[in-house]
């Protein structure tokens, strides 16, 4: 099994309608991040969460919304999903204590997500 | 406010040449790390190099390394013998402050396709 996954790997929804994108880990780390990727732009964060406590707004958070529900699972919710929402979101965790290595970081596979 | 520029947005290599991947940032953190992912078709992101601000070394990693010039804000991807495998999206990102102050967030450019041709 993967270290991250995320579900659904593709999902095609209708706009206006809430979906949830589903990150779980079994890497035991702390820190879980929420990534969006539109092409031009790379990744940009939309909301990161040092543990279930602990939420914050990234750079593009208008629109979604997240759930930590225990250290290894981090949702995020489009409440009402709009066409310019389409895009590859990436959830990824990290390590505090290895903060500094590459190892720190683990990525899912993405959630292609398209609103029609 | 921290940024990473990438400013080539495709790039074209004969296979079994070294291609260079060109990657600026600005943040005024001391201390920072930065890291080159690959992303091919599939869609995955694949680490493949880190540089920390106070490493002395260019870091390698393989045929990968990274053309660290603190001074002039810039963080190459220099990939050696390119095979056909290499054809993929490449990202330049920073992770802001290091050690167990830091956010862990990291800031990504805006990518770089590189197609390798036989």
């Known amino acids: 099994d993967a270290d991250v996954t995320q579900t659904p790997r593709n999902r095609i929804t209708k706009t206006g309608k809430r979906i949830m994108l589903e990150c779980s880990q079994t890497?035991?780390?702390?820190?879980m991040y929420w990534y969006r990727q539109d092409p031009g732009l790379g990744l940009r964060l939309i909301y990161y969460?040092?543990?279930?406590?602990?939420?914050n707004k990234g750079e593009i958070s208008d629109g979604y919304s997240v759930s930590r529900q225990a250290q290894a699972k981090f949702s995020l919710s489009l409440e009402s999903a709009i066409p310019n929402q389409t895009a590859l979101y990436f959830c990824?965790?990290?390590?505090?204590?290895?903060?500094?290595?590459?190892?720190?970081?683990?990525f899912g596979s993405g959630t292609r997500l398209t609103v029609v | 406010a921290q940024k990473i520029t990438q400013t080539q947005p495709g790039m074209f290599v004969q296979e079994k040449e070294a291609v260079t991947l060109d990657c600026t940032y600005d943040?005024?953190?001391?201390?920072?790390?930065l890291f080159w992912y690959k992303q091919p078709s599939s869609g995955e992101m694949i680490f493949l190099i880190y540089q920390g601000s106070y490493d002395e070394q260019n870091a390698t990693e393989g045929r990968y390394s990274l053309n660290f010039q603190k001074a002039r804000k810039s963080a190459n991807l220099v990939i050696s013998a390119s095979q056909l495998g290499d054809s993929a999206m490449y990202f330049c990102?920073?992770?802001?402050?290091?050690?167990?102050?830091?956010?862990?967030?990291?800031?990504f450019g805006q990518g770089t396709t590189l197609q390798v041709k036989p």
């Open positions: 890497k035991g780390h702390d820190r």
């Open positions: 943040t005024s953190d001391q201390s920072y790390g």
């Open positions: 969460s040092f543990d279930v406590k602990d939420i």
């Open positions: 990824a965790t990290s390590d505090q204590a290895n903060a500094d290595h590459y190892y720190g970081y683990t």
């Open positions: 990102a920073m992770r802001e402050g290091r050690g167990s102050g830091n956010t862990g967030k990291l800031i």
